[in-house]
């Protein structure tokens, strides 16, 4: 901050800093910094996004319930009818695909846009960046837990239970999802600010994966080839949710996996972050 000029009114006059003796791995340890310990910022962007996408909160919890009982219902009788399944075991197999799906595809697609969204903001108001990327997360994740009614719902319909270790395990997983969800949004929302090209690139990409992905489907409808799909890392993140919820086979392959991926994304992002964060002002 610095003094106004004479002859105009004493006021504080907002400045930008740029240290260019800094290396750009300093700037962007204390963006990180800044955005994780503004909580109660954070919390609110969170909300008003969450309030902005679906035009409210009664509507939002009231469609999104809708639109995923109507999914998940229409998959599971008709693929349940087509592969000749046991609705007891393929109607929550199926609830749990489609509703973690959904979250990994909506925070890939987020992380690809999420600094071409939030564009209007950080170049006009001095705000850490990590905060679009912790925003773009909570929704997401709160997107999740309103869909989680419709899990809980479809095993209590089938009488499930659940143990209590297997749901650790599932939160576990969880984790490992939000935490990947949030490095791609520091290396895909930065490749996705310098290549507009790059949202639509996901977009298409997640396409071609969802029917590459076991989601309504299970592994042994591939026979012999069912081994490919181990090669599938979106596979085992689906895994590592819904294979202790369901008693699948391979959940611990899958949590390796998916831990090594996590590391690598981080360490991608937070090199991908470090290098282009400060150049984002000037890509928006």
């Known amino acids: 901050m610095e003094s106004a000029p004479s002859g105009e009114p004493d006021r504080a006059l907002a400045r930008y800093e740029y240290d260019a003796a800094s290396s750009g791995f300093a700037y ?4 990180i910094r800044e955005g994780l ?61 489609i509703i973690v799906w959904g979250l990994i595809s909506s925070l890939l697609n987020g992380a690809a846009g999420v600094f071409i969204a939030a564009r209007g903001t950080y170049t006009q108001t001095p ?45 576990a997983g969880l984790s490992l999802i939000l935490i990947t ?3 791609l949004c520091l ?26 992905t076991p989601v309504f489907w299970t592994t042994d409808r591939l026979g012999d080839w069912s081994w490919v799909v181990k090669l599938n890392p979106l596979y085992h993140y689906l895994n590592i949710f819904r294979g202790p919820l369901m008693g699948l086979d391979g959940t611990g392959l899958s949590f390796a996996v998916a831990g090594g991926v996590t590391a690598a994304s981080a360490v991608i992002g937070w090199v991908c972050f470090g290098l282009f964060a400060r150049r984002l002002n000037y890509w928006a």
């Open 28 to 31: 962007a340890m204390r963006d």
């Open 37 to 97: 310990r503004r909580t109660s910022l954070a919390a609110t962007l969170i909300r008003a996004g969450f309030i902005q996408r679906h035009n409210g909160v009664v509507s939002a919890i009231f469609w999104t319930l809708l639109i995923t009982v109507a999914t998940v219902g229409g998959m599971a009788i008709l693929w349940g009818r087509i592969f000749a399944a046991d609705l007891q075991f393929f109607l929550p197999y199926v609830a749990c695909g």
């Open 127 to 171: 705000m850490a960046k990590t905060l679009f990327a912790i925003r773009s997360v909570g929704i997401e994740l709160i997107t999740f837990l309103v869909k989680l009614v419709v899990l809980v719902g479809a095993m209590l319909l089938v009488s499930r239970t659940v143990g209590l270790l297997d749901l650790v395990l599932a939160v």
């Open 181 to 183: 969800g949030f490095s």
């Open 187 to 212: 290396s895909l929302g930065v490749l996705g600010a310098r290549f507009r090209d790059v949202p639509n690139l996901t977009s298409v990409a997640l396409t071609f994966a969802f029917f590459l």
